[in-house]
């Protein structure tokens, strides 16, 4: 089975992210004694300009959802499993039938999901298209659909906040939901940090900028629920 994330502790819920795009943020009113995991990490992440997004294509990650770890199910279904609530399935274990997405990360509202009619969608925390241009490019096509696939980066949530992000980073979408915006950061500078993808330098400031406000943040991690 797919691990899920853990959101780690220390995350304080509010407006710890500020405006999206650059803003000023609403973090602490005095700098921090000492900095948690995830905003040290930061400061490890290499910083280099946005490469060009030429020759990206969504296959260049393999094909969708795929079943990476053997258990007989593709991870998009893996995925609804570990988030939804209520879950029905369609037959056996594998197909998700219907669930609801409550305390949705994004926009903080319940989503009711049934397949063919979704409003869920399953996103990837660093957009793949986000990822492309600092650096996956030059990935091998195996690496490229571990990390499509891999639970550390993927989150069932609302449709259209998800459409609204496109390939957004930091430092030009933040979920509306506010009080996630910690766990938000965090989980993409684990992300980058664990496929050596780069940053630029504006979206490194909003990562600070944001994890200013929960200073003592841990990186997520993989465990046995959301």
């Known amino acids: 089975m797919l691990v899920a994330l853990l959101a780690a502790g220390g995350c304080k819920a509010g407006d710890q992210a500020g405006d999206q795009g650059g803003g000023k943020g609403g973090g602490a009113s005095s700098a921090p004694t000492a900095s948690g995991p995830a905003l040290t990490a930061v400061s490890s992440l290499t910083v280099k300009g946005r490469a060009p997004k030429t020759g990206y294509e969504r296959s260049e990650f393999g094909s969708s959802w795929v079943d990476t770890d053997d258990n007989g199910c593709g991870t998009r279904d893996d995925i609804l499993k570990r988030d939804l609530k209520d879950v029905r399935f369609r037959d056996g274990h594998c197909l998700v039938a219907s669930g609801t997405l409550t305390d949705d990360p994004y926009t903080g509202r319940d989503v009711r999901f049934v397949r063919g009619h979704s409003k869920v969608d399953i996103d990837h925390v660093v957009a793949l298209s986000d990822a492309w241009q600092k650096g996956a490019q030059k990935w091998d ?17 609302d449709a ?66 959301r």
């Not at 096509?141 to 949530?157: G, H, Q």
């Not at 940090?193 to 994890?211: H, P, Q």
């Open 141 to 157: 096509r195996d690496k490229r659909l571990a990390f499509a696939n891999d639970p550390l980066s993927l989150i069932a949530v």
């Open 160 to 225: 259209s906040a998800n459409r609204r992000k496109g390939d957004g980073d930091a430092a030009t979408w933040l979920p509306p939901n506010k009080a996630y915006r910690c766990d938000y950061v965090a989980h993409q500078v684990a992300v980058k940090k664990a496929y050596g993808l780069w940053v630029t330098e504006a979206e490194k400031g909003a990562m600070k900028r944001v994890l200013g406000g929960c200073p003592t943040a841990k990186l997520p991690a993989r465990s046995g629920g």
